[in-house]
């Protein structure tokens, strides 16, 4: 799979059951060669007036099922 698929996915937590968003980023070991954690950016607040939430960094092991258009999260 292509990183460019990757960041197309959406990002579900299955615990929360609600949308997070969309990978922006991927931590990569270069020693192992795999992926360590993704990043999906936090939800702006109330128009951008308010800021924005905490970016997510979700570690790979957490990744539960990753489907034709989405990525289930247990985080």
């Not at 070991?29 to 939800?43: A, N």
């Not at 128009?47 to 990525?71: M, R, T």
């Amino acid at each position: 799979m292509l990183f460019s698929e990757l960041k197309e996915k959406e990002v579900i937590s299955i615990k929360e059951c609600r949308k997070l968003g969309h990978i922006s980023d991927i931590e990569f070991d270069c020693h192992k060669g795999c992926i360590e954690k993704i990043h999906v950016p936090g939800r702006s607040k109330w128009c951008n007036l308010f800021g924005q939430e905490p970016d997510y960094v979700i570690c790979f092991c957490d990744i539960k099922q990753i489907g034709p258009d989405i990525i289930l999260v247990d985080v």
